[in-house]
Every structure is written in structure tokens, then in C-alpha cells.
């Protein structure tokens, strides 16, 4: 009786903090991006590089695969909010959007003031909301140049005065907003003695590559030995201070999607192997469970797919958690035999993993192999070639803005080829049944 009192308790305890969590989802707000929705992203040159905005965009047909939304990166050199306020008609209203992202403060940060800065940005969210768009706010990147929240320095001050004011802003104007900055600048800060190392370790491969009769050539490549047999190899945020590389912009795109309240999780899955039944469930299905000596298969369908990840971002993933909190593709596995299983999805070999592991609860979102992490590779490389299309777009659209009226039809035809390239990507990101095998490892056979 008192058991089954602590267990009712437990419950009505489990189910008050499930509504709390509940509550407080829907106080920070859900992710800003609806069925239907055209979603400018608005920036100067960091996202005009076309990757954390690419990145973005790919979680979002990876994680939405049921929506029809589009995504537009209008990013340009050198942009200050005054700028885009001056190409706004053709190169953000064009696109009838519902979404506009603003992803400033790099280059007015040496122009105007904190207050003048949001002032301009007053100006910019009453043009999006004039179009009927839905504004939403990003604090800018930080300078990658080692300086932390404790001592900012190298622009770091205003932009950390930027940030604040448009958190601010935004809860003033009921407008979601993500604070890349205030989560990026104390972790590129932290990483930067690593991407000394590794850009010096880069140095010395092509100064030996260069000239390998170099003098003292045997103690560079004892250096670099030593550090090829590192256990934790140091990660670069590559590019330049304000302009990172793949790495550095996977781990903007993974902070924006958090300040966002992007949903981490792809599915869960439990699978009872001594039973061969399938237990718990959540945004999956699983079917055809069978266990044969201790070899275990099944099929799985999901609703969603995992972050996709550039294979030259990886790195990334030894510098934050974020990128994995936001792809929890998770099976877990109980009553396993073997102490080490290799695990196949469709017929190929995508890992080896401890069976302890697997009760425990694994990981699959961050796999680089398979017909999954391929699947996630095609969703890049399309938003990359749908991409294209938009630049050409946007020449055309200033064109016809500027009135060249003989441009109009190539604007009909680019219009067009974006809206395909879209349902390309939409194509592509669609959730397939797999079939998974886990068998003892060959060293545990």
C-alpha cells in the first residue's frame, strides 16, 4: 500500500514539473517558424558567406520536415541597418516574406552609438512590420580575438552593449530574439589558446611541406607527432576574427537555434532485446522486431532528421554541446548480451557500441556515415545550390527595382526556380523507414 502511495506521488510529481516545463516552453516562446512561412534572413557579410545561415536553414527542413516554408539569406558586405533600410523594397519586401531576421551590429558598431543603434532598429522593425512580416532579432557574432565577458575588447564592448539592448528591445516589442554573443564570446574566448595551437600546428605542416630539408626539421616533426597522437585534437574556428570559417559559423547557427527555443530532440526509441519488443516510442515508429541469437533487427521510421553537419564544421563538436543537444536521435537498447555491437542501418556499418552504452540511451544524431548522415549531406548541399538561384534573384530584383523593366520576366523565371529548388530540399529532408542491425562485435564474438 505505502508502495503504491510513494508511486502515486511520484507520478503527480512527474506530471506537475512536466506541466511546469510545459509552461515555461510556452513563457520563452516556441521556434519562430510556421507553416507557410517566407523568412528573410537579414545581415552583413557573415551571413552573406552562406554558412551558419545554410546550417540554419538545414535544421529547419531536417527538424520541420512537414512544413512548407522557404528561407531567403539576404546578406551584403559591409551592411549597417541604414543600408539594408536603403535596399529594403527589393531586396527583403520583394520577397513577400512573413519572417525577417535581423543579424546586425558588426559594422555599426563603429558608427553609431548604442542608443542611435536602436533607434535604426525601431526604424527597421517598423518597415518589416509594415510589410506584415514577423521581426525577429539576433545580437551579431562576437570578434573572435580572445577577449571574454570578464574583459572585452576589439568591438566586443559596444557589441556586448548592442546585444543587451536589443534584449531588451525585444522584450519590450514581443519580439523573439537569440543572444549568439552572450554564449559565443566566453566560448571562442576559452577555445582561443587551442586555435593557437592548431593554426601553428597548420603553420609547421606547410613550412615543412615548403622546405623539408629545413634545419631542425626533425624537432617540428616530433612537435607534430606529438601532437598527431593527441587524444583531443585542438579546433580552430577558422576564417578570420569576424569572419569565422565552417567550425565557428556551425557553432553560431547551433547558439541562434537555442536562443530560439528550437527543439532538440529527433526521436527516442527504447527496444526491449530479451523480450524482442519495442517499448517506449516518441516521434517514431518502430516495426518488425526480431532477435536471432544475440543479433538484434528492426525497422524505424521518424518523423524528423537529425542536424545536419558539414563534414568541415565537425570539429565543432568538441567545443560545444549544443550542436548535439539539438540532435537527439536516441536509441536505447536493454537486455543485450555481447559487450560491444556494430551497428548497421541498411546494410552499412555506421558504428561500434558498447552494449552498456546502448542501455544507457545512444546518440545516433551526430553520425558522419550512413544513409542518414547522407541524407542530411544532400539537405546542405541543395540549400547551397537553391542558394545560388537566390543570389541571382536578388541581382535581377534591384534591376527591376531600379527600372529595368525588360528584367521582369527573368525575375518571373528566377521566382520559379527558387520555388523548385525549395521543393527539392523539401523532398529530400522527407523521414524514410530504415532497417537497423546490431550485431556482437567482431572482436566480441
Not at 6 to 34: D, T, Y
Not at 374 to 379: E, F, P
Request: glycine share 8%.
Amino acid at each position: 500500500m505505502r508502495t503504491a502511495q510513494f508511486r502515486k506521488i511520484g507520478l503527480v510529481a512527474v506530471g506537475v514539473f512536466v506541466g511546469f516545463v510545459a509552461s515555461l516552453a510556452r513563457a520563452q516562446g516556441e521556434f519562430p517558424l510556421k507553416d507557410g512561412d517566407t523568412w528573410v534572413m537579414v545581415g552583413d557579410s557573415i551571413t552573406a558567406q552562406h554558412l551558419h545561415s545554410n546550417y540554419f536553414e538545414a535544421f529547419c527542413y531536417a527538424r520541420f520536415p512537414k512544413l512548407t516554408f522557404c528561407i531567403r539569406n539576404s546578406g551584403v558586405g559591409g551592411d549597417t541597418i541604414p543600408k539594408v533600410l536603403a535596399r529594403f523594397d527589393y531586396d527583403v519586401a520583394a520577397w513577400t516574406p512573413t519572417v525577417v531576421s535581423v543579424e546586425l551590429g558588426m559594422n555599426d558598431k563603429g558608427w553609431f552609438a548604442t542608443d542611435k543603434f536602436v533607434e535604426n532598429m525601431g526604424t527597421l522593425i517598423g518597415r518589416i512590420r509594415a510589410v506584415n512580416a514577423r521581426p525577429v532579432l539576433l545580437s551579431a557574432s562576437p570578434v573572435n580575438n580572445g577577449s571574454s565577458s570578464a574583459k572585452l575588447d576589439g568591438g566586443n564592448a559596444r557589441l556586448q552593449e548592442y546585444s543587451a539592448a536589443l534584449k531588451a528591445l525585444a522584450a519590450k516589442e514581443n519580439i523573439p530574439f537569440s543572444d549568439q554573443f552572450s554564449v559565443l564570446v566566453d566560448l571562442w574566448a576559452n577555445n582561443k589558446p587551442q586555435e593557437n595551437v592548431a593554426n601553428t600546428l597548420a603553420s609547421l605542416r606547410g613550412l615543412l611541406a615548403a622546405q623539408p630539408d629545413l634545419a631542425g626539421a626533425e624537432h617540428v616533426k616530433a612537435f607534430l607527432d606529438v601532437w598527431a597522437k593527441a587524444e583531443k585534437q585542438p579546433v580552430t574556428m577558422m576564417g578570420d576574427a569576424v569572419h569565422p570559417g565552417p567550425t565557428g559559423q556551425l557553432t553560431m547557427a547551433a547558439a541562434l537555434l537555442v536562443g530560439l527555443n528550437a527543439p532538440g530532440l529527433v526521436s527516442r526509441a527504447t527496444i526491449d532485446a530479451a523480450a524482442g519488443t519495442a517499448g517506449e516510442a516518441v516521434q517514431c515508429k518502430i516495426e518488425n522486431v526480431k532477435m536471432t541469437g544475440d543479433a538484434l533487427a528492426f525497422d524505424r521510421t521518424d518523423e524528423a532528421l537529425p542536424f545536419p553537419i558539414p563534414d568541415d564544421a565537425r570539429p565543432a563538436l568538441g567545443v560545444t554541446d549544443s550542436i548535439a543537444n539539438l540532435s537527439q536521435y536516441l536509441l536505447t537498447v536493454n537486455g543485450l548480451k555481447a559487450e560491444q555491437y556494430d551497428v548497421s542501418i541498411d546494410g552499412v556499418k555506421v558504428a561500434t557500441v558498447a552494449a552498456a552504452d546502448l542501455a544507457k540511451g545512444w546518440n545516433l544524431g551526430l553520425l558522419d556515415k550512413g544513409p542518414i548522415a547522407d541524407q542530411c549531406r544532400s539537405i546542405l548541399q541543395l540549400v547551397g545550390a537553391k542558394e545560388g538561384i537566390v543570389g541571382q534573384w536578388r541581382g535581377v530584383s534591384r534591376a527591376v527595382q531600379g527600372g529595368d523593366a525588360k528584367q521582369k520576366e527573368q525575375l518571373d523565371k528566377l521566382t520559379q526556380q527558387t520555388q523548385d529548388a525549395d521543393a527539392k530540399i523539401r523532398a529530400a529532408a522527407q523521414p524514410k523507414l530504415h532497417h537497423f542491425a546490431l550485431a556482437p562485435a567482431a572482436a566480441a564474438k
